[in-house]
């Protein structure tokens, strides 16, 4: 059975790092892209990046400015997103989904992540 | 890159249609990349696809759901609208240089 599993909810502190974690199962992980979307409370969906197959090239949006990168660990079929400097406005349900090379759509998707920026 | 433009809601009797629209611009929807999907979100829940490549459907996915797209629009349409179909609804294009944008929005209410 294909499935993404994402770690549990964070609270962090204005400034402060988070890394959330995705772990597939069900099949091979290096050979599709990894991606990950943020919705804020009653916001809709925003996408952040991509982890490419090779695991060795990423690709994110603009609106972050380099705080995002996504980062992947072979050996546990598991895809990071780490977010730095972390501001209020980042809080917010983030999730990880799969994407077959060249198909343009993403399933299945992880659970979901609460991520509450808060001092 | 901006959000795809979504109307914020929609609303039809159940056995009615409801169409979406989405509309992005040269650089994404109307790039010719063919590759719109559509996402279904149910209060608490993770999306489900349920268009890929603007028109196509998923196994699973009934056939009441379908897509299409006109220059720098997509649309969805929903066939014979049932109560389970009340959700939200976001589009999603790729955006060029392996990026994608998805749309705002679109809270569906069966009436």
């Known amino acids: 059975q294909v499935d993404l599993v994402q770690s549990g909810t964070e609270v962090k502190t204005p400034g402060a790092s988070v890394r959330v974690s995705c772990k597939s199962s069900?099949?091979?992980?290096?050979?599709?892209?990894t991606h990950w979307m943020r919705q804020a409370p009653g916001q809709g969906l925003e996408w952040m990046g991509v982890i490419f197959p090779s695991g060795d090239a990423t690709s994110y949006a603009q609106n972050f400015s380099g705080r995002v990168s996504v980062t992947r660990e072979s050996s546990t079929s598991t895809v990071y997103m780490e977010l730095t400097s972390l501001r209020s406005d980042d809080t917010a349900v983030y999730y990880c989904?799969?994407?077959?090379?060249?198909?343009?759509?993403?399933?299945?998707w992880g659970q979901g992540t609460l991520v509450t920026v808060s001092s | 890159q901006s959000a795809l433009t979504q109307p914020p809601s929609a609303s039809g009797s159940p056995g009615q249609s409801v169409t979406i629209s989405c509309t992005g611009t040269?650089?994404?929807?109307?790039?010719?990349?063919?590759?719109v999907s559509w996402y279904q979100q149910h209060p608490g829940k993770a999306p489900k696809v349920i268009i890929y490549e603007v028109r196509k459907r998923p196994s699973g996915v009934p056939d009441r759901f379908s897509g299409s797209e006109s220059g720098n629009t997509a649309s969805l349409t929903i066939s014979g609208l049932q109560a389970e179909d009340e959700a939200d609804y976001y589009c999603c294009s790729y955006a060029d240089r392996s990026k994608y944008v998805f749309g705002s929005g679109t809270k569906v209410t069966v009436l």
């Open positions: 069900g099949f091979s992980f290096t050979k599709y892209y």
């Open positions: 989904a799969r994407e077959a090379p060249y198909t343009g759509w993403f399933d299945p």
């Open positions: 040269s650089s994404d929807v109307g790039g010719g990349y063919n590759f």
